[in-house]
């Protein structure tokens, strides 16, 4: 499956953006999907989680109650809802994928797909 993410941008503190990651090459509601982010000088950061049905999501403790993650498999897209933003939410995010599996969904080697990232800057 291919992935492009898109959304990313200059934003205020405290504003909003919504990032969308569309799929294809494969039946996108076979798989599950998450999104992570990477800042210079720092490890691919975990930030949420959706299953195939979008019935289950799970959140980093760093985003949550701020990040809200969805999925429209009609659209053959995820998205990642993002408010409140903060500076030190600047980074390149990322959307992944990979088959259901009983495993964890908080490292990069849990999937097995990613997108090429979008910017995100969040000014002070």
């Known amino acids: 499956v291919q992935l492009q993410a898109s959304g990313g941008g200059l934003v205020q503190a405290g504003g909003s953006l919504r990032l969308s990651c569309a799929a294809s090459?494969?039946?996108?509601?076979?798989?599950?999907m998450g999104w992570f982010r990477q800042s210079p000088g720092k490890e691919r950061e975990f930030l949420a989680h959706?299953?195939?049905?979008?019935?289950?999501?799970y959140y980093a403790d760093s985003v949550k109650g701020r990040f809200t993650i969805s999925r429209d498999n009609a659209k053959n897209t995820v998205y990642l809802q993002m408010n409140s933003l903060r500076p030190e939410d600047t980074a390149v995010y990322y959307c992944?994928?990979?088959?259901?599996?009983?495993?964890?969904?908080?490292?990069?080697?849990?999937?097995?797909?990613w997108g090429q990232g979008t910017l995100v800057t969040v000014s002070s």
């Open positions: 992944a994928a990979r088959r259901p599996r009983i495993l964890s969904y908080y490292t990069v080697s849990d999937y097995d797909y």
């Open positions: 090459g494969r039946t996108f509601s076979d798989y599950e």
């Open positions: 959706i299953n195939w049905t979008g019935g289950s999501t």
